[in-house]
């Protein structure tokens, strides 16, 4: 079942996304290009559809690409786009009529039943920042500017005949490309170029600056410690340890000798947070009580949750909260004082021990020359007397 449940869950259908997505750009590459090999239903479909569709496959896989960034992100818009795009992609592969395009068809109608089992996983809303919308707008305004203006004025130009060699002419203008195959004539015609071309150059920087925005955010948070949203955006049936303490380096051993368990840090301590994103652990540098770091590191995913501070007063309240949002995950808690394990166990904790408790049964039966199997037994004593 756990092996089932893998292949159908969140990374199964990011990577089936972006297996089609790069199948789709490549297979519509080899069709416009004419380099394909006929399928069987090649003598029913002409060849200028072939070859459009080829076209129209390639724009379909960039698409696709941005929908398998949504997915990664778990945004419901990718959910939504890639659901659409998938029977799209199918469709245009059987219109190629190639061998290559089979792979295509096929995987696509693979990769639907993994998106719709996992609907409820992409819950996410995105919502624009003003900044965003603002580059959005300016771009939109620019190359609509330049495309009306020289289609307005085509006949004082060489080469813009239709308002789609009017658009050609804007967004080579606005790359600087410049191939010199539409030029202004008149005056007035290179005053309106000279126009279109300082708009669309500014609106693509703003544009451009706003995409570069979030990778330097990602760079940064790096060298403050922070979990970065490639990090986190996908922990799935992971561990999540809550704080800091003394048992933390212990447990984290640990979970990294057992193979295929994925875990995650939030803990306030940026000094701790440094030194284990420079170790390649995901890590959040956020107080783990409070409500939205434990929704970043998709504590309703987790499979377990350790709490193990040196402040019992913090892991009640990291408790409370984790338990608060995910009413069915296991959270064990380490007791820093005796007195309090039945405090934790209220909280919310299924399981409470005492490392102090524990570590003074161990010594003392090692003095007396106990055997392992004792030791054993005294391990079980101190995990029951955290439990009913």
């Not at 200028?48 to 941005?66: H, K, N």
């Not at 089992?117 to 900044?131: A, C, K, L």
């Not at 995409?211 to 996908?234: R, V, W």
């Not at 984290?252 to 030194?275: I, K, N, P, S, W």
């Amino acid at each position: 079942m756990e092996r089932i449940r893998e292949w159908v869950s969140v990374r199964a259908s990011v990577f089936l996304t972006f297996a089609v997505a790069l199948l789709s750009i490549v297979v519509g590459l080899l069709h416009i290009s004419g380099f394909s090999v006929q399928g069987p239903l090649s003598p029913f479909i002409p060849e200028f559809v072939r070859r459009t569709v080829g076209f129209t496959g390639t724009i379909t896989g960039f698409a696709m690409l941005g929908s398998g960034f949504a997915l990664r992100r778990g945004y419901r818009v990718g959910w939504h786009s890639t659901a659409v795009l998938l029977p799209l992609t199918a469709i245009q592969g059987l219109l190629q009529v190639s061998v290559f395009s089979l792979p295509l068809v096929a995987l696509s109608l693979v990769s639907v039943p993994a998106l719709v089992i996992n609907r409820g996983r992409f819950d996410r809303d995105f919502t624009p920042s003003p900044t965003q919308l603002a580059a959005g707008a300016s771009l939109a305004a620019a190359i609509s500017y330049g495309t009306v203006g020289s289609y307005a004025l085509r006949d004082e130009f060489g080469g813009v005949d239709t308002i789609v060699d009017a658009f050609y002419f804007t967004v080579v203008t606005a790359s600087t490309v410049g191939y010199g195959d539409v030029t202004p004539d008149t005056g007035i015609a290179k005053l309106f170029v000279l126009s279109a071309l300082v708009m669309n150059v500014a609106a693509f920087a703003v544009a451009l600056g706003v995409l570069l925005t979030p990778a330097i955010e990602a760079q940064l948070s790096k060298a403050l410690g922070k979990m970065t949203e490639k990090q986190f955006d996908l922990l799935d049936g992971h561990v999540l340890v809550l704080g800091y303490g003394d048992l933390t380096e212990p447990i984290l051993e640990e979970l990294a000798e057992r193979d295929g368990v994925e875990y995650a840090v939030v803990t306030t301590d940026e000094t701790a947070a440094r030194r284990l994103d420079e170790r390649s652990i995901p890590v959040l540098t956020a107080d783990p009580s409070d409500v939205e770091p434990l929704h970043r590191a998709h504590i309703e995913d987790a499979r377990a949750v350790v709490v193990a501070t040196d402040d019992d007063a913090r892991d009640a309240l990291a408790i409370l909260t984790a338990r608060q949002l995910n009413p069915d995950v296991r959270i064990v808690a380490a007791a820093t004082q005796r007195e309090n394990i039945d405090k934790l166990r209220r909280a919310g904790a299924d399981q409470v021990i005492s490392p102090t408790t524990l570590g003074g049964h161990i010594l003392i039966d090692c003095a007396f020359g106990e055997n392992g199997d004792s030791i054993g037994g005294i391990v079980d004593d101190a995990f029951d007397s955290g439990t009913e």
